[in-house]
C-alpha cells in the first residue's frame, strides 16, 4: 500500500561508484533532496508515462525505507522503520545539468510526475540482514544495475540521524536511501524490473507522456 507518504526525502550521490561515473566529488555528508509525494506511484507491471520530450529520462534503483515513529535523537534506525521496498528515482538527466549549472534546485529534473515509481512496502528485517542479499534492476531482460548498501557512503543509521535532526522525520516519511553504479537512459518502450535476491517485485514498461 502506498497511501498516507508524507515526505519523500532522497539521498544523492550515496555510492561511491555512482557519483565517480557521473563525474561528481563524493560527498562528506549526505545529500538530500526532495520529491513531492504525488511523484509515488506503484511499481505493478502496468505502463508508466515519463516526459521523454525533456531530454534523457535516467533511471536509479534504490532502497526506500518508510519511517514507522517520531524521530527522536539517540533512536536507532530498526526502531524507526517499519517496512522497506525498492524504487526507482527516475531523472531528466539533460534538464539537470543545466539546472546544476545555473545552481538552481532539482526539482525540475527530480520531482516530475511519475519520478518515483515503488514496489510494496515489506515488514523491515532490521538493517543488518538487509546486507545480506542485493538488489538489481533490468531492463528488457538484461541487468543494468546491482547494489547493496553494504556499499554505501552513509549508513541508514547516517541517514535516518541527519534527515531526522536537520528536516525531521515522522510517520509515512519515506527515503530513497541512493543508487549504485550503472544508471543509464529509458526509452518508450523499454521494460524495467526490480527484484531482491532475484526474486521480482515490480516492473514496468516506459510510455512517453502526451
Known amino acids: ?11 544523492g550521490r ?11 566529488a563524493v560527498p562528506d555528508e549526505p545529500m538530500i533532496f526532495m520529491k513531492p509525494s504525488h511523484a509515488v506511484v506503484p511499481l505493478n507491471g502496468g505502463s508508466l508515462e515519463l516526459p521523454a520530450s ?20 539517540g533512536a536507532h534506525v530498526d526502531e524507526l522503520v517499519d517496512a522497506y521496498a525498492f524504487g526507482i528515482d527516475f531523472t531528466l538527466r539533460d ?15 527530480k520531482g ?8 510494496s512496502f515489506q515488514t523491515f528485517p532490521g538493517a543488518v540482514a538487509l546486507l545480506e542479499k542485493d538488489f538489481t534492476l533490468t531492463k528488457n531482460g538484461v541487468q543494468v ?11 541508514l543509521q547516517d541517514i535516518v540521524d541527519y534527515v531526522g535532526h536537520h528536516y525531521g522525520l515522522g510517520p509515512g516519511d519515506i527515503i530513497f536511501t541512493g543508487t549504485p553504479e550503472g544508471v543509464g537512459a ?25
Open 14 to 24: 550515496n555510492y561511491k561508484l555512482h557519483a565517480e561515473e557521473l563525474g561528481n
Open 1 to 11: 500500500m502506498l497511501t498516507n507518504i508524507r515526505n519523500v526525502y532522497c539521498v
Open 112 to 119: 516530475f510526475k511519475n519520478s518515483a515509481p515503488i514496489t
Open 186 to 210: 529509458a526509452q518508450p518502450g523499454d521494460m524495467l524490473e526490480l527484484a531482491w535476491a532475484g526474486d521480482s517485485l515490480g516492473a514496468c514498461t516506459i510510455k512517453a507522456a502526451e
Open 145 to 155: 544495475q546491482r547494489g547493496n548498501i553494504v556499499n554505501m557512503i552513509f549508513s
Open 54 to 73: 525533456k531530454g534523457e529520462v535516467h533511471y536509479e534503483a534504490e532502497l526506500v525505507i518508510r519511517i514507522g515513529e517520531d524521530y527522536k535523537p
Open 95 to 109: 534538464v539537470q545539468t543545466v539546472i546544476k549549472k545555473k545552481g538552481h534546485p532539482w526539482t525540475a529534473a
